[in-house]
T-cell receptor
Framework: EDQVTQSPEALRLQEGESSSLNCSYTVSGLRGLFWYRQDPGKGPEFLFTLYSAGEEKEKERLKATLTKKESFLHITAPKPEDSATYLCAVQHSGSARQLTFGSGTQLTVLP | GAGVSQSPSNKVTEKGKDVELRCDPISGHTALYWYRQSLGQGLEFLIYFQGNSAPDKSGLPSDRFSAERTGGSVSTLTIQRTQQEDSAVYLC????????????FGPGTRLTVT
């Protein structure tokens, strides 16, 4: 059974204070690892897909990396508008296409 | 272009009533998914449609839950004889289906069963 564990559950940063969010996963053959951002009262917003260990993707202040057991979402010099819940999900390489999600990291960036 | 849309945005119903939730996927996306997000829990997969293939219903929690997809586009999730534990946000997502696996989510329908 696929499992995704995210840490920490909550993170408070001062504006400009860089940090990383962790996503550990267990999956029987990884097709892709996905990062989403979710604002209160909204659906998850797609950020990145990572397919193989060593891969990195960047978007503005966010950079996602992938190893064989975990993924990190690095946030450089965050701003208050980066405050949201960040979700990690995996899709395994079998015929099923659904995503298995972690419980998320709630990020608060204080001005 | 237009994203995934869902209606209604909020639904309050009495225990025992049936409800229908609607999803309009991104035009041209062949894959459609329903998930449920309960307070304090992660997103839980419910059902998956891919083109004209039989749906993957492996995530439906009970036989009170069903879904259909008409014409390969719009989907309706039906919950019969609603229970209080069905209260959650129901999220729909669509995906191009081939060669690209990211799923794009709608805003969700918040269902409250009283």
């Amino acid at each position: 059974e696929d499992q995704v564990t995210q840490s920490p559950e909550a993170l408070r940063l001062q504006e400009g204070e860089s940090s990383s969010l962790n996503c550990s996963y267990t999956v029987s053959g990884l097709r892709g690892l996905f990062w989403y951002r979710q604002d209160p009262g909204k659906g998850p917003e797609f950020l990145f897909t990572l397919y193989s260990a060593g891969e990195e993707k960047e978007k503005e202040r966010l950079k996602a990396t992938l190893t064989k057991k975990e993924s990190f979402l690095h946030i450089t010099a965050p701003k208050p508008e980066d405050s949201a819940t960040y979700l990690c999900a995996v899709q395994h390489s079998g015929s099923a296409r659904q995503l298995t999600f972690g419980s998320g990291t709630q990020l608060t960036v204080l001005p | 272009g237009a994203g995934v849309s869902q209606s209604p945005s909020n639904k309050v119903t009495e225990k025992g009533k049936d409800v229908e939730l609607r999803c309009d996927p991104i035009s041209g996306h062949t894959a459609l998914y329903w998930y449920r997000q309960s307070l304090g829990q992660g997103l839980e997969f419910l059902i998956y449609f891919q083109g004209n293939s039989a749906p993957d219903k492996s995530g439906l929690p009970s036989d009170r839950f069903s879904a259909e997809r008409t014409g390969g586009s719009v989907s309706t999730l039906t919950i019969q004889r609603t229970q209080q534990e069905d209260s959650a946000v129901y999220l729909c997502a669509s995906s191009p289906g081939t060669g690209s696996y990211e799923q794009y989510f709608g805003p969700g329908t918040r269902l409250t069963v009283t």
